[in-house]
């Protein structure tokens, strides 16, 4: 029986729900899944330039595990680059590292600080929000 999956720690949710090519003239039917925690093995190592080490400490996990997620990752954006595929974001086996809201409205994501109750969006005060953590 294999052991059970560790969830691993997001900081925050990736700006985007997917990306589409433009003008392959495929529809939408195929696709491929990018899971939050392969959105932050990316975002640690490329854009914010951390080592395998320093990002999979920030993250819980071990090196080794931090080096599968990021190649996982590495491979389905080159997937999706060369077989012109959409790319959807996927929540995964994660877990963020506080509550994060989107606005149904705006589109706008945001964490309310644990001092407030009010369950609004502060770009438009709209109610109309859903709970990105799941």
Not at 7 to 33: H, I, Q, T
């Amino acid at each position: 029986m294999p052991r059970r999956r560790r969830l691993r720690k997001v900081v925050a949710p990736p700006n985007f729900k997917g990306y589409r090519p433009y003008g392959s003239g495929r529809n939408a039917v195929d696709y491929v899944e990018l899971f939050y925690e392969e959105y932050e093995a990316i975002k640690l190592a490329d854009y914010n330039l951390m080592n395998h080490e320093e990002a999979s400490s920030l993250m819980g996990i071990s090196r080794a595990t931090f080096a599968r997620i990021y190649e996982s990752a590495r491979r389905k954006i080159a997937q999706a680059l060369v077989g012109s595929l959409e790319i959807r974001a996927v929540y995964g086996n994660a877990v963020l590292d506080k509550s994060w809201y989107s606005c149904l409205k705006c589109h706008v994501r945001f964490t309310i600080p644990r001092s407030l109750n009010q369950e609004e969006c502060p770009v438009c005060a709209s109610k109309e929000i859903e709970l990105l953590n799941k």
